[in-house]
């Protein structure tokens, strides 16, 4: 007697690697849950802004095509877009810690789309961040253009891609389920250094030079060149493109040796 296998137990690729809105939409519902990564990514970078930036001297002094109170929120803006994305990839950490991502690589969801849900998440969170800043800056005195405003909050938010490979990074590179309390103050660090809290113009000689290697960097000066103030965006363009280049890497390391356990 030959013995034939059903069709239903023949195990299917779904389309698109099992890419899909449900997906998407069950992966953000998660975040939002996560009521400390909501406070941290929609709260606290509005807090710093109204904090650091709302000085009635700020709001009539220039800087470049805006005033100082605008360019403060948008470097606030980015240190929220940066622990929303980082964030939003660091995920994996507590998915790996409870079982969940091993119970994933055993259904047809293929790997890189996993990858592409974490950074589609981790860039809407990123996106919302941005808003509530700009939102906040708003009604408080920032001075910008629209269109200036516009082109800041979308450079802000395409180069904020960097942290979400980097939370995906530390996410498979850290066993713990609190990853966000280690790179919660890392972040902090890095905004000081790269010059989101301080402008680097205040700092000279050795800081200032190792300053400008710090992923945070690239990722203000950019979102910052609307205002039209003389930053090296040639240095800042690199510093994106070599921190996206490692932080790919490093997660793509990670997630083979990862995946290679089952």
Known sequence: MTITT???????????????????RL?????????????????????????FGTDQEYRTEQAGHGNLTAWIMVSMAVYGAMIATT???????????????????????????????????????GAVAIVVVFVVGH??????STGRLLACGVLAWVCSLVFA????????????????????????????AGGLFVPLSEFSGTFADVARLTP???VGELARAP????????????????WAAIFVAGAA???SRDTARV
Do not use: C
């Open 6 to 24: 059903p069709d239903a137990q023949v195990r299917r690729v779904p389309a698109r690697g099992g890419f899909s809105p449900t997906i998407l």
């Open 27 to 51: 992966e953000l519902r998660r975040l939002l849950r996560n009521r400390r990564a909501v406070i941290f990514t929609l709260v606290v970078p509005s807090l710093f802004f109204l904090l």
């Open 87 to 125: 964030s939003g990839g660091a995920m994996v950490a507590t998915e790996r810690a409870v079982g969940w991502s091993r119970q994933l690589r055993l259904t047809p969801l293929h790997p890189v789309a996993y990858v592409l849900v974490k950074a589609v998440v981790a860039m809407a969170m």
């Open 139 to 144: 009604l408080v005195g920032a001075e910008l």
């Open 165 to 192: 490979a980097f939370g995906l990074f530390m996410g498979y590179l850290l066993p713990s389920e609190n990853v966000m309390q280690v790179l919660g103050p890392a972040l902090a660090v890095l905004s000081l």
């Open 216 to 218: 945070a960097y690239g």
């Open 227 to 242: 205002f039209g103030d003389g930053g090296d965006l040639v240095l800042a363009t690199l510093n994106v493109v070599v």
């Open 253 to 255: 390391w990670r997630m």
